[in-house]
């Protein structure tokens, strides 16, 4: 037996460290009502102790939680099964003046005069929380900005390269170096000019890409019908078609079918599909341009038969800047943000842009363009 | 001074075609230099077998292998592990050339570059070299 004055000693300590401690600490009995708080507790929820003692622990928590907490502690004096016993967790508090707090609990069980009580442990932990909702926000910022920092360095990359030929060029054919050459001129007059085409269309590419980004694309949505649309599209590309020396042919496309789209942000996917399916294919062969009515709506097809999309580079053909990794296609030209600019205006639509690809079949892309209701846009007319 | 021979041969790898074309007028009509362009990394570096190059221009986004890949081969060879290489590319900020710098290129030359200087702008990284 300890001597009486170690006795009260050892009570003081306790106290003090319960009446010291950051944590809060609540225990309560087997009926959840409060038996003691301490201190940091009674900040915590900023209450005084007299309004706590007695009164159900449930006050201290949120709807619906407050609700339900009779059943659990019934439920598990009852079955055993613990819900927060033993298992630190974080749940929610709830303050005198209303305000609902992120909080770390620790329950613990002790039996007391052959009475069973519970002690809980509460650790404020909305500020930790709040720092780090703010370091996942500085950090969403600091990755976007690399994105943008990322693509700036690219678009400056590829709008340099046609420039060094366009520049290189001019800078030579102006110096006099080839006055007698008639034939080198020549050459360097159509690198001058060709790369000046692509320097205009990877502007427009960026231009769209930045528009789709900060969703100022305009589209004027009209009905028009589907087979003079793709007509056009075949039309429109057959200079496209004929130096890869590829023939587009319009397949079968049911007269009645009509579509609701911008027709010249259409045209401009239809455009990137069909060069694609050229650049992509062997010379002397046929790219297929169809379209069929389906359970949602309709899809258009374009069908060639090339050598496929490489298995590895399937899933990355939508990104930006992206171009399967070989010199053969490099030298065919493009930059890779046709198919991304082409996906961004199908969604807009709400479409569906997919394609499927084998070494043996070719690749086939489609646009499937939803029917909506009699309000809505994309309707199939009868 | 110490006493070496001028520059005469210079391999150029790039795989972008219109750039090499005016790159060897430059080089070759317009410097003066023995000059072969190589469209991709395996082919330049097939190339050197056979061209003994004294100075290789390096593009540095190629599809494949790209010019730093290029350039570790380069130092792995026991012929050319000194010769000088020179990064040309269009990745011309700061950072980038720097970069460029400490994978081991004794020069970065920036795109557009400028084709009635480029022979001479060779010559003189050559001079430097052989100074150093
Ligand atoms: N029909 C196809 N067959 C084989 N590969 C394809 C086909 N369509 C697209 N690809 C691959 O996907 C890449 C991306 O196509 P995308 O249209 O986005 O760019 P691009 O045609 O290279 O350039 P851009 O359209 O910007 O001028 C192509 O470079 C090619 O590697
Ligand atoms: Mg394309």
Redo the contacts between chains.
């Keep these: 037996m300890p001597k009486p004055d170690a006795v009260t000693d050892l009570l003081n300590r306790s106290k003090a460290i319960l009446e010291t401690m950051v944590d809060g600490v609540i225990t309560i009995n087997n009926k959840g009502l409060i038996d003691t708080v301490n201190p940091a507790a009674e900040r915590i929820f900023g209450y005084q102790s007299r309004e706590l003692l007695g009164r159900n622990v449930s006050m201290l928590m949120p709807s619906p939680y407050r609700e339900e907490h009779d059943g659990y502690i019934h439920n598990y004096l009852t079955t055993g099964t613990k819900k927060v016993i033993d298992i630190g967790r974080e749940v929610r508090g709830q303050r005198k003046n209303g305000d609902i707090f992120p909080m770390e609990l620790a329950v613990s069980e002790m039996l007391i005069k052959g009475e069973r009580m519970f002690t809980g442990i509460v650790r404020d932990i909305s500020e930790r929380k709040d720092t780090e909702e703010k370091l996942r926000e500085a950090m969403r910022r600091v990755h976007e900005q690399r994105i943008k920092d990322e693509f700036i360095s690219t678009v400056s990359h590829e709008l340099r390269t046609p420039l060094t030929s366009i520049k290189a060029s001019l800078d030579i054919l102006k110096s006099g170096a080839l006055t007698n050459d008639p034939e080198k001129s020549g050459t360097l007059i159509d690198i001058a000019q060709k790369n000046s085409e692509r320097l205009l269309l990877l502007i427009n590419d960026i231009l769209d890409i930045s528009k789709i980004e900060s969703e100022k694309m305009q589209y004027r949505i009209t009905r028009i019908p589907l087979r003079s649309f793709l007509e056009t599209a075949i039309s429109d590309n057959r200079v496209y078609g004929d130096k890869y020396q590829v023939r587009y042919v319009l397949g079968e496309c049911p007269d009645h079918l009509t579509i609701d789209v911008d027709p010249d942000r259409m045209m401009q996917v239809m455009s990137n599909l069909l060069s694609n399916a050229a650049k992509f294919s062997p010379l002397n062969t046929e790219v297929y341009v169809s379209a069929e009515e389906t359970e949602h709506g309709v899809r258009i097809v374009v069908k060639d038969q090339g050598k496929g999309i490489p298995e590895e580079f399937q899933p990355h053909i939508f990104e930006k800047f992206t171009q399967a990794d070989s010199s053969n296609q490099r030298a065919i030209g493009g930059t890779g943000l046709g198919l991304h600019i082409s996906k961004a205006i199908v969604e807009h639509h709400e479409g569906e842009l997919s394609f499927n690809s084998s070494v043996k079949n070719g690749t086939e892309f489609y646009i499937d363009l939803r029917k909506k209701d009699r309000t809505g846009a994309y309707n199939v007319t009868p | 001074m110490s006493h070496h021979e001028s520059l005469e041969r210079v391999l150029y790898i790039e795989?972008?075609?219109?750039?090499r074309?005016?790159?060897d007028?430059?080089l070759k009509?317009?410097g003066g230099l023995d000059t072969r362009c190589c469209?991709?990394g395996p082919e330049g570096l097939a190339a050197l077998e056979t061209f003994p190059a004294q100075l290789i221009l390096l593009d540095v986004?190629?599809?494949?292998m790209d010019g730093p890949s290029v350039l570790s081969e380069i130092r792995n060879n026991e012929q050319y592990q000194n010769t000088p290489v020179v990064f040309i590319t269009?990745?011309?900020?700061a950072d980038?050339v720097d970069q460029l710098l400490s994978l081991g290129a004794n020069a970065v030359i920036s795109?557009?570059?400028?084709?009635?200087d480029m022979a001479q702008k060779l010559r003189d990284i050559w001079e430097d070299f052989h100074r150093a």
Aim: proline share 10%; no cysteine; aromatic share 4%.
């Design positions: 795989d972008e075609e219109d750039i074309i005016v790159a007028i430059a009509t317009i469209a991709s986004m190629m599809p494949g269009a990745k011309v900020q980038e795109k557009p570059f400028e084709p009635m």
